[in-house]
Nanobody, 122 residues
Framework: QLQASGGGLVQAGDSLRLSCTASGLTFRNYRMSWFRQAPGKEREFVARISSGGHGAYATSVKGRFTISRDNAKEMVYLQLSSLKPEDTAVYYC??????????????????WGQGTQVTVSS
């Protein structure tokens, strides 16, 4: 029900935009987020957006990444800028209905996308 796309191989300092298409759910009722998982590491929260467009970010990406959504198109985006090699990971879009302000963890996610690989070379 969630399909992520837009990953690729880029150089440090480059930008990339990830997209996620939702289907089969009442999109407006869900808070949407992005997680990422690097090799050998646990999946970690990256950014989250409320149905009204309020964003929240992990400290490691604040000021470099921007999450947005289009409720009419049922899509969520993640703009990645000033990319660093440590941003290399598989990026997953996710949907949840936990209250805004909740420290979102993987356990609270209801739907996951299939992931898209982002590789940043130095």
């Amino acid at each position: 029900q969630l399909q992520a796309s837009g990953g690729g191989l880029v150089q440090a300092g480059d930008s990339l935009r990830l997209s996620c298409t939702a289907s089969g759910l009442t999109f407006r009722n869900y808070r949407m987020s992005w997680f990422r998982q690097a090799p050998g590491k646990e999946r970690e929260f990256v950014a989250r957006i409320s149905s009204g467009g309020h964003g929240a970010y992990a400290t490691s990406v604040k000021g470099r990444f921007t999450i947005s959504r289009d409720n009419a198109k049922e899509m969520v985006y993640l703009q990645l800028s000033s990319l660093k090699p440590e941003d290399t990971a598989v990026y997953y879009c996710a949907a949840d209905r936990s209250p805004w302000g909740t420290a979102l963890t993987s356990a609270l996610v209801i739907y996951w996308g299939q992931g898209t690989q982002v590789t940043v070379s130095s």
